[in-house]
């Protein structure tokens, strides 16, 4: 059989299902996405989830029936959706009916009303439309204001300086009433000074236009039922467009002639970029505003020469897809940035970007807000809950949706699904190496190879500092290869062995040569406290300068933080005093009031750790003051080299280890690359700690090449490639065994497969897959495949009859799909949740609790048996029978926490899932984070990971059970408790939650000073910010801001299609020839 022969072709099928979206299904994010992955196993977890925690915590959470996703992006509050819109625009059809039917009478009885006049007349003139506004301004004011104002005419001038949305909706008013052959106004009710909400002014201007159309039909009674639907439809259209367009309230000339120049010089990029001539355009094919935000935003004046060799390399002009590898903090991502907005200005594709965890996707989504606002074109986040699957149509303009891994997935597959994959027309990728991390590697992969199959238009690039094998990613992704060694601060690295200082030289015999002694008065007390001279170290940089120091394991930066503290001068104190104490306070602000005694006594002196057992809260907070120097040293895991940008002029790495596992040269690198801020730093330096005893192993870890990048598709069994074949069927983007096999052998796993797994073909490999798939009841075959293309070597599978069938995806695959529920786990959640049927407890929560606690998490977790024995006796008879049904008994639990032998068997999983269970649940109680930390002894970062990943879990468990009739009644059940898992904060506080980089304590701050809503955050000063929130630096309440406006602007936009949805005909409306 010829498997490689033209038989199987490259077959894409797409279907276009006019069904409910895929929602959470590809959106449950799995808690990795969350942080950077450390190599202390549990810290990983924990530390992944935890700055997911801090995102919105929205959606996920969906009515039963309708999975309008706009329902899960925006949750049930501060929302657009459904109920609150929908009605509104039933009710006013229904006034306006009622208004026609109640004019058409009163102009029968020649009433003297101006507004019945005209429509006795049946003519609409500009003086009886402009009174009766006018008569309406004049009401509203008086019962506003409780006196008479004087109605003013707006002459053209003062036009020009009315709020961009009232500007628009007279110029859509004009051509809507133009469209029913009327004779309009251009007088209308204005208060420029007005800064409504967006739903104030949607209402406001509603209802004038209602009335407006009211005239109008009268003129055009004549006209059909649909011309008056498509009225209505236009002016509210208009309306919210303009409304959603009004990013500042003052819309000015200058602000409209530079919006036109943009707008101009974006077309003449396009141009250009469409022609094949050499001519960049004022700024790489972009326009010059591009280059002049880079100064304003970024301070960057120039483009580095490497950036501009990259930018006009032919590959890049050809659209080819290409990887770049630069050293650490050689400035990548502007070139990414670049290429990016050629594609959202001048080619009008969307662009999505790959990033490797949450805080950078934030970081990011504030960073390039601004330049959304200004360029006109959308940043949309997918990431922890944000999202929405498949995202919103825009019409007019393109969207910029930077997403974490798994989101990116789920972004893909709706893509693919809705058949709108070729809408995107760049994918980039930051930190390509990622693809060999593991099951987030293998996600990486089948989103890429999904692109790569059902897309030829879409451009892949992929970035990295770390990349060795690349030959074999530009194979998998068909793709050009740049490099260079630039990086703009020169980092020196060196190496300490007892007080020797070694400066690290590839050229030297020994791989290092003798650089100084440390001079430093230790006294004994200090050399038994530090005996690698931590001390010394730091204080050669702090204050003035900062120094990072990366510990083995979250104690060990707990208890270097304090020892150093412990030796530090009175003098530090003195440092930035004031607003270390503020920050103190702050912190205690974001926690109820409590503070960490280790923190109580190392951020007076400037110094703190950073790991994944604090909050988020109190992470972003320790990571703002460090960035603007008010703390000088942290003290860290591995996790903050490949999280949030937080370089230093000193980086010193405690031990060559992470955890107890040695250093890899990829991680080493990361962590060195953290010194020397570009900009700020003239030099940055490197020093590794290092005893005798590991210096062979540390002089070949800094001498030998990186590490190869390698596949995990196949390694990472059930969250690998049995998930890529399940979505593949799902998706049908190939059905059946030679496309599988067909795509399979595009992958990263199929450039390596020679290497990796010698002792399997490709193709057995995907026969057993499939295999696998099927007698687990998630695939079934369907019909007969022929078997001519199949190669000689493969045709030992002949004789098995059950491959030769295309396959399609059975109830329980398609809830797991959906559900995004590992596979390892999908018959146990059935089982589970089929038991459950049997007898649900629902006096109390705990027993929905217990069944969407995440599996995984359960499966690492190492109960306190006395505190277990404790909170179990503390339960309600009722919860107690939860305990009863699920299999674990108060006798086990007691005999456990006395340290009793126990013959009987228990399942472990179950006994653990329940502890967390109660975790959940007396968080659920309580919602304090601090008491629920100390009752259970664990930390408060990894309570606050598990809710976020319940609150995950629960959605998925939701989607699961949607696609099984038999779960019907666990529906709204979950809905309620996926929300309060997600809601575990003040309610009030959700809606400004949901701007990116806001968390809860910020949140808090900004509700106390009178910013209760996004539409509040969007119209605020930053100047104002500035002033009366405490700690805000004036780039955050920038970034703030925009990030504000986007969404807002975001949100209006989904209104908006909303509204045309809801208004459109259907496409199968039955004809008058049909009927
Ligand atoms: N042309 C330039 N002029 C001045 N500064 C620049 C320039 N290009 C980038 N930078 C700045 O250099 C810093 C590092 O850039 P960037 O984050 O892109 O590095 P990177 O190559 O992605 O590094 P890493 O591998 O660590 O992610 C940023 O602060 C960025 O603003
Ligand atoms: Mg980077």
């Not at 006209?223 to 000015?252: C, E, H, W, Y």
């Not at 992969?445 to 879409?458: F, G, N, P, Q, V």
């Not at 190492?862 to 006796?873: E, G, K, L, S, V």
């Not at 659920?924 to 629920?932: D, F, R």
């Amino acid at each position: 059989m010829d498997v490689g022969g033209s038989r199987i072709r490259r077959r894409v099928s797409v279907r276009k299902r006019n069904r409910p979206s895929l929602e959470i299904l590809f959106a449950a994010p799995t808690v990795a996405e969350l942080r950077p992955g450390d190599e202390e196993e549990e810290e990983d977890k924990e530390e992944e989830m935890v700055a997911g925690s801090r995102r919105r915590k929205t959606v996920g959470v969906q009515p039963v029936e309708n999975h309008d996703s706009e329902e899960d992006m925006f949750g049930d509050y501060d929302s657009f959706a459904e109920n609150s819109f929908l009605a509104q625009v039933d009710d006013l059809e229904q006034k306006y009916m009622q208004l026609s039917e109640n004019r058409e009478h009163d102009a029968d009885l020649a009433t003297a009303d101006l507004f019945s006049e005209s429509i006795k007349h049946n003519k609409l003139s500009i003086t009886t439309v402009g009174s009766f506004i006018e008569l309406k301004t004049h009401e509203h004011t008086e019962n506003q204001s409780g006196h008479k104002d004087v109605a003013v005419e707006p002459g053209p001038d003062l036009l020009c300086e009315l709020p961009s949305s009232q500007v628009l909706y007279f110029e859509n008013l004009q051509n809507s009433s133009n469209d029913l052959g009327d004779q309009s106004t251009k007088e209308r009710d204005w208060n420029p000074s007005s800064h409504k909400t967006v739903s104030e002014d949607l209402l406001h201007n509603s209802i004038e236009q209602l009335q407006q159309i009211h005239e109008s039909s009268s003129k055009v009674r004549t006209s059909s039922d649909v011309n008056r639907r498509k009225s209505l439809k236009d002016v509210l259209k208009s309306t919210m467009a303009g409304n959603a367009k009004a990013q500042t309230p003052i819309f000015s000339r200058t602000k409209q002639l530079k919006e036109n120049l943009l707008s101009e010089e974006i077309n003449v990029a396009k141009k250009t970029i469409e022609s094949p001539s050499d001519d960049l355009g004022p700024f790489y094919s972009l326009p010059s505003k591009v280059r002049d935000l880079y100064v304003q935003f970024k301070g960057i004046e120039k483009l580095y020469e490497w950036q501009h060799a990259c930018l006009t390399l032919n590959s890049v002009q050809e659209r080819k897809n290409l990887i770049y590898s630069l050293p650490t903090s050689g400035g990548k991502t502007l070139v990414a940035e670049i290429l990016m907005l050629q594609e959202l200005l001048c080619r009008r594709k969307d662009v999505l970007m790959i990033l490797p965890y949450v805080a950078i996707v934030q970081e990011k989504i504030s960073a390039l807000s601004s330049f959304g606002i200004e360029l006109g074109f959308f940043v949309e986040e997918y990431a922890g809950s944000k999202g929405k699957f498949p995202p919103i149509k825009r019409r007019e303009k393109k969207s910029l949706y930077i997403a974490t891994i798994e989101k990116g997935h789920g972004l893909i597959n709706s893509l693919i699904e809705t058949g709108r994959i070729n809408s995107l027309g760049l994918v980039v990728v930051d930190e390509l190496h990622m693809i060999a991390e593991g099951s987030r590697g293998a996600v990486l992969e089948m989103t890429l190879a999904k692109i790569i199959y059902t897309s030829k238009t879409t451009q892949i690039i992929g970035m990295s500092a770390t990349l060795n094998n690349v030959e074999d990613l530009q194979e998998f992704l068909q793709a050009e290869y740049y490099t260079s060694q630039f990086r703009p601060v020169e980092l020196k690295e060196y190496l300490k062995i007892n007080d020797t200082i070694y400066k690290v030289d590839s050229k030297a015999e020994a791989g290092m040569t003798f650089s100084r002694l440390l001079n430093y008065k230790y006294s004994d007390a200090l050399k038994k406290m530090d005996p690698d001279h931590l001390v010394a170290l730091v204080t050669e940089v702090i204050p003035n300068y900062s120094c990072l120091v990366f510990c083995p394991t979250k104690k060990n930066c707990e208890n270097v933080a304090e020892m150093i503290c412990k030796f530090l001068s009175k003098e530090y104190l003195k440092h930035r005093e004031k607003e270390k104490q503020e920050m103190i306070k702050n912190l205690k602000n974001i926690s109820n009031g409590n503070l960490c005694p280790v923190l109580k006594c190392t951020i007076p002196l400037g110094v703190a750790y950073h790991h994944s057992g604090l909050t988020s809260d109190e992470r972003k907070l320790l990571e703002e003051a460090y960035s603007t120097g008010v703390l000088c040293l942290l003290t860290c895991t591995s996790t903050l080299a490949a999280g949030v940008n937080l370089p230093a002029r000193r980086v010193i790495l405690r031990a060559p280890y992470v955890a107890k596992e040695f250093l890899k040269r990829n991680q080493y690198k990361q962590m060195i690359g953290r010194a020397g801020r570009a900009g700020i730093d003239s030099v940055g330096e490197s020093i590794l700690i290092l005893q005798e005893k590991d210096k062979q192993q540390v002089l070949e870890l800094i001498s030998r090449p990186l590490e190869n990048c390698y596949s995990h598709l196949v390694q990472e069994f059930t969250k690998g490639i049995q998930t890529l074949f399940l979505s593949l069927i799902g998706l049908k983007i190939a059905t059946n065994l030679g496309d599988i096999y067909h795509f399979m052998s595009g992958t990263f796993f199929g450039v390596q497969q020679k290497f990796l797994l010698k002792e399997k073909s490709l193709w057995e490999i995907t026969v057993e897959s499939l295999r696998y798939l099927t007698e687990k009841g998630l695939l079934q075959k369907n019909t007969i495949f022929t078997e001519k293309g199949l190669t000689q070597k493969d045709a030992i599978y002949k004789s098995e009859e059950w491959f030769q069938f295309s396959f399609h995806i059975t109830k329980l695959g398609q809830a797991s799909f959906k559900g995004t529920i590992d596979l390892a786990y999908c018959d146990i959640l059935y089982r589970d949740l089929k038991k459950g049927l049997e007898g649900l407890v629902l006096e109390s929560l705990l027993h929905l609790v217990y069944l969407t606690t995440p599996y995984d998490m359960a499966s690492q977790c190492d109960p306190d048996w006395m505190i277990y024995f404790r909170q179990f006796n503390q339960l309600s008879p009722a919860e107690q029978n939860v305990a009863t049904l699920i299999g674990v008994s108060e006798n086990y639990i007691g005999k456990k926490a006395s340290g009793q032998a126990i013959k009987k068997k228990v399942d472990k999983d179950i006994v653990n899932r329940l502890y967390l269970s109660f975790v959940l649940y007396t968080l659920l109680k309580e919602t304090n984070i601090w008491s629920v930390s100390e009752k259970f002894n664990m930390p408060r970062g990894y309570i606050q990971s598990l809710l976020t990943a319940a609150a995950t879990f629960s959605s998925c468990v939701l989607h699961f059970c949607e696609e099984l009739e038999e779960f019907w009644v666990y529906r709204a059940l979950l809905v309620e408790l996926t929300k309060k898992l997600t809601y575990c904060v003040r309610a009030e506080l959700v809606p400004l939650m949901e701007v990116t980089g806001v968390l809860e304590g910020r949140a808090k701050q900004l509700y106390n000073a009178g910013y209760k809503s996004l539409t509040h955050l969007a119209n605020a000063d930053p100047e104002v910010l500035i002033r009366t929130i405490d700690h805000l630096s004036r780039h955050q309440a920038k970034q703030i801001v925009s990030s504000a406006k986007m969404l807002l602007h975001e949100k209006a936009e989904a209104l908006q299609e909303e509204v045309e949805e809801l208004l459109r005909l259907p496409s199968d409306f039955p004809s008058i020839e049909k009927a």
